[in-house]
């Protein structure tokens, strides 16, 4: 990831609810950013995924304004700056986090004036969402995507990513994270994906940049944010583009950590170190559209190591 982030979200709150969370979490086995390294990562092409069964998916049907589905998701709530200085409170209102009665979920960040909402900084400037699947459902390796598209503004920071089960007993970020997609306002066409683990975390995380030709924004439309995940090899993809492939002998010697199950995470940060904060170009609110998560077996022909 971009080399400005100095380290990954600050998860304190999350940690003590996925302790207590993976007894009764649903896990599935297979069988069998920092600065970017693009030395190991490869070319963009085509990779034909065959799909398999679906082990869990949230399509987004129902009403317009309706919360979604707590069978299946868990919004974190807190103004903390998740470790990067982030400017956003998240909340469990459909203020920030609803269905739109047309197959998607909206991520809303708003500007906020009410005083008594208290961030790290002082009165919270902005609310957005931020949900995860660690109550609910967690799974080691597989195909994992999603349809998303994303907003466009400086100091704007979605993402799609995962984190490990263990997170409560080991830390951040000896769990592991996988970073499906992030993307930065000032960088519209460009979206990111990255490990983070031991001894190759924040600024040191491993990955690398895609970005759509012809110099098109991803907020102009919905693209397709996947990885295929085996036990020794992670690979990357936008709208079926191969752009990026990891195994263990990128670590430099370091632990791979990508042997356990993880859960999903999508949010929507205002503000940060690496975004920086928004400016006078930055209209709000901000929408994050997630038409759908799935996530699938581990025996498509990408996710095989």
Known sequence: MAA???????????????AAAVTGALVLTGTGPGAD???????????????????????????????????????????????????QYYTNST?????????????TARKNSDSALQCWYGPCQYT?????????????????????????GQGIWPAFWML??????????????????????????????????????????????YSLPDGRAFADDFHVFA???????ITWSVDGQTYQTRTPADLGGNKWVYDHPFFLILNLAVGGNWPGSPDGSTQFPQTMTIDYVRVSAADSAAAKG
């Open 4 to 18: 400005h982030r100095a380290r990954r979200r600050s998860l304190g709150g999350l940690a003590f609810l996925v």
């Open 37 to 87: 390294r693009a030395d190991a990562a490869t070319t963009a092409t085509t990779d034909t995924v065959t799909p398999t069964a679906v082990t869990w998916s949230d399509e987004f049907d129902g009403a317009a304004g309706t919360a979604p589905d707590p069978a299946k998701w868990t919004l974190e709530t807190g103004g903390t700056g998740n470790g990067n200085n982030e400017l």
């Open 95 to 107: 203020d920030n986090a609803a269905l739109d009665g047309n197959g998607n979920l909206v991520i």
């Open 128 to 152: 957005s969402a931020r949900l995860n699947t660690a109550n609910t459902f967690t799974q080691a390796y597989g195909h994992f995507e999603a349809r998303i598209k994303i907003p466009r």
């Open 164 to 209: 490990g089960n263990d997170l409560g007993s080991v830390g951040w970020p000896n769990s592991g994270e996988i970073d499906i997609m992030e993307n930065v306002g000032n960088e519209p066409n460009t979206v990111h994906g990255t490990l983070h683990g031991p001894g190759y975390s924040g600024s040191g995380g491993i990955g690398a940049p």
């Open 227 to 233: 990885v295929d995940w085996s036990p020794e090899k």
